[in-house]
């Protein structure tokens, strides 16, 4: 059984007196314009500074500028909660400014590109995965028309669905989708120079190494600064970036491995992520206890408490990491990381909560046959295993098997296979069929890392009921419903 299960885990107000007149509101924020170049110089960079300004003022949030790329260092960045790089070219820092920048963001700060930000910084690759690509081109000047993909966010919520506007239309290295969250996309049908096809991104967002990044490859003209609806869309990246105002950006995301709901994960539970070009090869863990690195691939956890550590890791690949909630991880919004062999670091969030149960299935998609055993014992106290799932050639996956409840002197288990459960503070409850099934055992299986055990018996009133679902309840939590098959 233990062989099985190794493939299971490797297939996440006082009141007072006040004035007669209101006091100044308090800044929300204060974000540092930076807008070096060495390279190509955007004769619009004053007009970008002037209107962030404005939107500043406007906003309640501060704004300085600078072309002073000393000013990159650790006590200079902590008093920003975004970074503007307007219109940078080239290679703008130096090492140890680099080194600062990526601990500003790593302690969550924030990032906005415009537009030749992606013209910045070609041999830096974290810098790479922070503005999400690098530019390849252009055509001249042009009319086109922008395609809202994501209207709820800050960024764009104020834009209309198809947004006509002029401006320097950017191609770029490589298709930045499955990497970031793409916000609006570029109809190559409406103008000239488009090499990117029918898929071509233009703004986007994303967590990265812990903080926020947003992009937007318009503002090359010194009108673009002022177009109302340009100085919206910028002001919403700003916002995000400085946490003034939300957005669902993660281009990652967790789950249990077993219910893969996205909701919570649990401490010491067995979790997924899921993204894009998460690793260079696949790789499995080979030894006990579990690794931190596989295929030069870890993830980085930072909890409700600001703690970090590094994941245990079952299994990497370029689409999918198979983790262990590290133990001791504080519950409330977390952060996850993937460090990867190319320098670049995209996050996810996640809740840990005390609890999050789920329940394995036999074809690893979160619902049909459970994982798990029938323990059959007999009234001379011997006892055994039976299987709970067989394979069906033709249909190319696991079916249930039946389990034959046998004479009424048999008492037969239900064994069954999770995580997330075994913090539990109160009852672990199931019902199969809608019958209660009484629960003997729900907690750590013991031999596994992560892997929880939910033991019960089988009521002799299910006989003849056929498929049937399995509905477990944890501390009020429901897992996902999974199916056994009685005789």
């Given amino acids: 059984m233990k062989t099985c299960l190794q493939i299971i ?30 390279g190509f110089r955007h004769d619009s960079i004053p007009d970008g500074v002037g209107a962030i300004r404005q939107l500043g003022q406007q906003n309640n949030f501060d704004v300085d500028a600078t072309e002073d790329a000393s000013l990159f260092t650790d006590s200079n960045l902590s008093r920003y909660q975004t970074v503007i790089f307007l219109n940078t070219t080239g290679d703008a820092l130096d090492s140890e400014q680099q080194a600062a920048f990526e601990r500003y963001i790593r302690k969550g700060g924030g990032f906005v590109g415009v537009h030749s930000a992606t013209d910045t910084e070609y041999d830096w690759a974290w810098y790479g995965g922070l503005v999400g690509a690098y530019f ?10 922008v395609a809202i993909e994501d209207g709820s966010h800050p960024s764009t919520s104020a834009l209309p669905a198809e947004w006509r506007r ?7 290295r490589s298709n930045p989708r499955g990497r970031v969250k793409v916000l609006a996309t570029l109809d190559e049908t409406t103008y000239n120079g488009g090499t990117m096809g029918a898929d071509h991104p233009i703004a986007w967002c994303q967590l990265y190494d812990g903080g926020r990044s947003w992009y937007t490859a318009g503002g090359h003209t010194r009108e673009s600064y002022a177009e109302p609806l340009f100085r919206q869309h910028l002001l919403g990246g700003i916002q995000f970036t400085a946490k003034i105002k939300d957005g669902a950006c993660s281009a990652l995301a967790a789950a249990s491995a077993a219910s893969f709901r996205t909701s919570a994960v649990a401490r010491e539970s067995i979790a997924s992520i899921f993204g894009s070009a998460l690793a260079t090869e696949i790789q499995a863990a080979a030894a006990i206890p579990l690794p931190t690195t596989l295929a030069n691939t870890s993830v980085r956890v930072r909890d409700g408490s600001g703690n970090e550590s590094l994941a245990p890791l079952f299994f990497v690949s ?35 909560a005390p609890v999050a149960p789920g329940l394995f299935s036999a074809n690893a998609n979160g619902e049909g046959v459970a994982v798990g055993v029938a323990l059959r014992v007999k009234s001379n106290g011997s006892s055994s295993y039976e299987p709970i799932a067989q394979f069906d050639a033709s249909l190319n996956s696991l079916v249930s098997a039946p389990i034959d409840l046998g004479p009424p002197t048999d008492e037969v288990y239900l064994v069954l296979f999770g995580t997330g459960l075994r913090f539990r503070s109160g009852a672990a409850t199931l019902k199969i069929g809608q019958v209660d099934a009484p629960v003997l055992f729900a907690g750590a299986q013991g031999d596994f890392a992560g892997l929880d055990q939910l033991n019960a018996r089988l009521p002799r009133n299910l006989a003849g009921r056929g498929e049937l679902d399995l509905e477990l309840v944890v501390d009020g939590v429901a897992a996902n419903t999974t199916r056994v098959n009685i005789k």
Avoid at 17 to 34: D, H, I, K, Y
Avoid at 166 to 172: G, H, I, K, L, Q
Avoid at 320 to 338: C, D, E, H, K, R
């Fill in 166 to 172: 002029a401006d320097e239309w950017y191609n770029f």
């Fill in 136 to 145: 390849q081109g252009h055509p001249a000047i042009q009319s086109a028309r």
């Fill in 318 to 352: 370029p689409a999918q990491i198979n983790l262990l909630i590290p133990a001791g991880s504080a519950n409330g919004a977390s952060v996850f990381t993937v460090i990867k062999s190319d320098s670049t670091a995209p996050s996810g969030v996640t809740q840990i």
């Fill in 9 to 38: 885990i490797i297939a996440f107000v006082a009141t007072c007196a006040v004035p007669s007149f209101p006091p100044p509101s308090q800044s929300q924020a204060r974000a540092l314009v930076f807008s070096k170049t060495a």
